[in-house]
C-alpha cells in the first residue's frame, strides 16, 4: 500500500507553513509513513473492535479463538458470525459490548453499509467516517486511524487522540494539552496534510521520550 500523496511534498509543506513544526521536522527526519495494505474491510474493522481496552497479546488471542470458532480459510465470514449465538461468541473471550458490536459490524457489512475496499478508495474522508461510525462500536478516532495507516489518506486530523495533543503541546511550549477545537483551528494551516503533522506531532512524543532521564 502507498500513500495517496507525494511525502516530499507533503513535508515541505508543512515546514513552510508552520516554522515551529518545522523544527521537529528537522529533528524527526523523513516521513517513515508506510501504510499497511487494506485487503478486507469487515476484517479490518473486526480486528480494531476485538482489540479495543485490550493488550495485544490478550486481543491477539481472542481474535485466534474467533478465526477457528467462525472463519472460513483463516477469515472471520460474517455470515457466520451473525448466525452464531452470543453465548458462542462470548465463549472466544469478548464482553457483552463486543458482542453486540461485532455482530452489528457483521449485518452492517452484509447489508451493504459497511463498504468493500474498492468502494472506500472512491469515498470521500468525511463520507467514509458517517458510514462506519454508524456500525456499533467504531469511533471516530478507530476510522482516522484507518484513513491514514491502511489508506493512506493525506488530510486527517485526529483531535481526540492523546499524543497529537501531547505532542502538540510540547512542540508549541504549551503547559497544557490543547482542547480539540483548538488544535483544529490551528491545524488549518497544515492542510492538505493534516496526516502528515499529526505524523510529526507523534514522533514529538518520541523525541521528547528519548531525552528523559530514566527513573533512579
Known sequence: MTLAY???VAVAAIAQSDKRLAKIIRRAGPLTLKPDRLQDTFQALLRAIIYQQLSGKAAATIHGRAVAAFGDRKKITPQRLLGAKDEEIRAVGMSRAKVAAVKDLAAKTL????????????????EI?????????IGVWTVEMLLMFRLGRPDVLPVSDLGVRKGFMLT??????????ALLDHGERWRPYRSVASWYLWRACDLAAKKTP???
Open 6 to 8: 507525494e511525502p516530499a
Open 111 to 126: 447489508d451493504g453499509t459497511v463498504p468493500s475496499v474498492a468502494k472506500l478508495r472512491r469515498m470521500s474522508d468525511e
Open 129 to 137: 467516517i458517517e458510514r462506519l461510525t454508524s456500525v456499533r462500536g
Open 172 to 181: 508549541y511550549g504549551h503547559e497544557e494539552m490543547p482542547k480539540p477545537s
Open 214 to 216: 530514566p527513573a533512579a
